[in-house]
């Protein structure tokens, strides 16, 4: 059955501290340095545990330290990304939104509100299964997936906002 996370689950102060070390032994081994402006950056990126584009983590950074600029916080997501540790997505809309994938199902789907941009994950071994099985059945074998649903969300203020445009 499909298991829905508005956004993700958020995380305990355990699994941030462990999402804090793995980033940490990740800069060690491949030879960099950790800096209060990326750990700033990055245990928020894991805090908010959420779809976020680099400006709106800039925005949230910023009140937390104002002077840390927007190549700061992109150069740190692309960091995370080059040590597995984000995903960059992109959801139709032209916006990048970074995925913190620390310690999640690497198999979860997303459904995006085409109206308010709301995305939701889930993760269903039924469904899961059909794809592995349909590759298999015409002659492929499933390297990766990425399944998007783009719907309309029932939030009652999206709903309304859609009332009056109408």
Do not use: W
């Not at 783009?150 to 445009?165: F, G, I, L, S, T």
Request: aromatic share 6%; net charge negative.
């Amino acid at each position: 059955m499909a298991s829905p996370n508005d956004t993700h689950s958020g995380h305990t102060p355990e699994e941030l501290k462990a999402a804090m070390e793995a980033f940490h032994q990740r800069l060690r081994d491949a030879g960099l340095k950790s800096t209060r402006q990326r750990d700033v950056i990055v245990e928020l990126f894991f805090t908010l545990d959420k779809h976020i584009t680099a400006d709106e983590l800039l925005d949230e950074v910023r009140e937390i330290q104002p002077r840390i600029g927007y190549a700061t916080v992109y150069r740190t997501l692309k960091l995370l990304v080059e040590q597995d540790l984000a995903l960059p997505k992109d959801f139709g809309d032209g916006q990048t939104r970074y995925d913190p994938i620390f310690d999640q199902d690497p198999g979860h789907d997303h459904i995006i509100c085409v109206n308010c941009r709301k995305i939701a994950e889930f993760s269903d071994d039924i469904i899961n299964t059909r794809i592995q099985e349909i590759a298999e059945e015409i002659g492929f074998t499933l390297r990766r997936k990425k399944l998007e649903l783009y719907a309309e969300c029932h939030n009652p203020e999206c709903v309304a906002a859609q009332k009056d445009k109408k």
